[in-house]
C-alpha cells in the first residue's frame, strides 16, 4: 500500500481499504430476526438494523452507532460492523443506525464529523423515530476507537442544540480517540510498538485525519505541537494532568 502510494499510483488507505472490503465479501441480508435496511439520512448513507416486535411493546430502544478506522478505514457494511450492530439490535431489542462517513482521503476534518452530526440529527426527528417505531426517551449514541471520536463529539454538540426535542440518553465510547494534544500518556508509552495499532501509526491517522503533513510526524511524537506554557494553551494544563 505505502508503495503504490509512493509511486503516486493511489492514497495507501485507499488501497488498504480496497483491499479490506475486497477479502470482507459478506452480503447483508434480512432474516426473521434482524430486517437490515440501507437507507439515506439527510445525504449521508447509513444501514438500518431492525428486531422484530416483542409482544406488546410499541416502541423500542434505539443506538446510533459510528464505526472505527482512523476516520478512514472500515465500513458499516463489513462484516466486522455489521455482525456487531446485528448483535446489539438482536441482544438489546434495539433500533441500530449504523453511519456510513465519508472517509479519509476522500475528505478529511471535519467532514467525517459533519456527516455523523448530520445523520443523527436526522434519526432524532419525530416523525423519523416514529417511523422506525423508536422511544424518543431511550436513544444511545456508540462508536468505536475513531467512530467514539466522532460519537463524543456529536453528543456534545447536540446537548447544546436548543432546537432539538429529541437528544440521546445515553453515550457509550468503546476505547475512543479522545485528544490529540499529548501522544505521551503512559497508555501511549507501554503500547507504543505494539500492534495493530503503534504510536507513529495513530499519530498518521491524525495528520491523515487533519490533512498534514507527515513531516510533522516526529514533532507530534515528542509533543512539539502543543505549547502549554503559550497563551491560549494555557486553559489546558489543568486537563492534561495525566498522572491523577
Request: net charge negative; glycine share 4%.
Amino acid at each position: 500500500c505505502h508503495l503504490i502510494h509512493y509511486l503516486r499510483l493511489s492514497h495507501h488507505l485507499i488501497v488498504l481499504n480496497y483491499l479490506i472490503c475486497t477479502f470482507d465479501k459478506l452480503k447483508s441480508v434480512s432474516s426473521e430476526d434482524i430486517k437490515i435496511t440501507d437507507a439515506v439520512f439527510d445525504g449521508v448513507e447509513v444501514r438500518v438494523f431492525e428486531p422484530p416486535a416483542k409482544g406488546d411493546e410499541s416502541l423500542k430502544r434505539s443506538v446510533v452507532y459510528i464505526h472505527g478506522g482512523g476516520w478512514a478505514l472500515a465500513s458499516a457494511r463489513t462484516s466486522l460492523y455489521n455482525n456487531l450492530c446485528r448483535i446489539m439490535a438482536e441482544s438489546l431489542n434495539a433500533v441500530v443506525v449504523s453511519v456510513e462517513y465519508r472517509l479519509v482521503p476522500e475528505v478529511c476534518f471535519p467532514e467525517q464529523y459533519h456527516d455523523a452530526l448530520r445523520a443523527t440529527k436526522h434519526f432524532l426527528q419525530p416523525d423519523v423515530l416514529a417511523e422506525y417505531s423508536v422511544d424518543p426517551s431511550r436513544i444511545a449514541i456508540s462508536g468505536d476507537s475513531a467512530g467514539g471520536n466522532l460519537a463524543a463529539a456529536v453528543c456534545q454538540q447536540l446537548s447544546k442544540d436548543e432546537d432539538l426535542t429529541v437528544r440521546p440518553k445515553l453515550q457509550a465510547l468503546i476505547y475512543p480517540v479522545l485528544q490529540a494534544f499529548d501522544f505521551n500518556t503512559p497508555s501511549y508509552q507501554q503500547n507504543m510498538n505494539m500492534p495493530v495499532l503503534p504510536r507513529y501509526v495513530m499519530i498518521n491517522y491524525w495528520i491523515d485525519y487533519i490533512n498534514g503533513n507527515y513531516d510533522l510526524a516526529h514533532e507530534l511524537l515528542i509533543n512539539n505541537h502543543t505549547a502549554l506554557n503559550v497563551g491560549r494553551a494555557l486553559s489546558f494544563r489543568a486537563r492534561l494532568n495525566w498522572t491523577s
